[in-house]
């Protein structure tokens, strides 16, 4: 068996977008972390996850939690995309479209390819 050698990491600027929704929250009759999710594959971003919470709350301070089923309702959805800036700011209007609850944060991340990836 060959062993290979770690290939060298490239680095480049990039844009880190969470967006922080209800799993509750719809979008034209699909759950809106889909869409979304949809919504950026079509768009050509490289990739994007999304996390499912187990507790949260929201400004509202309503708490929903995995643990009391009878308050289980809405759990917290999380998506999370790093891109490069300039397909960032083409994705973000599509967003703000599509977002009517929820939190939208946008960062900047320095990107670490390795390998294939």
Same mark, same amino acid.
């Given at each position: 068996? @060959? ?7 490239? !680095? ?7 967006? !922080? ?29 999304? &996390?499912?919470?187990?507790? %949260? !709350? ?5 708490? @929903? ?9 809405? &759990? ?14 083409? !994705?973000?209007?599509? &967003? ?5 609850? %929820?939190?939208?944060?946008? @960062? ?6 390795? %390998?294939?990836?």
């Amino acid at each position: 068996m @060959s062993i290979k050698p770690n290939s060298q990491p490239t !680095f480049q600027p990039g844009k880190r977008v969470r967006i !922080f929704l209800g799993e509750a929250h719809t979008w034209q009759g699909k759950p809106l972390h889909q869409a979304i999710l949809e919504r950026a594959w079509r768009q050509g971003i490289a990739g994007a996850t999304v &996390l499912r919470g187990i507790e %949260g !709350f929201g400004p509202g301070h309503h708490l @929903s939690t995995e643990r009391l089923p009878e308050i289980a309702e809405n &759990l917290p959805v999380v998506i999370e995309i790093v891109e490069q800036a300039e397909q960032v700011e083409r !994705f973000l209007p599509l &967003l703000d479209e599509m977002v009517a609850q %929820g939190m939208i944060t946008v @960062s900047d991340v320095r990107i670490v390819r390795k %390998g294939d990836a």
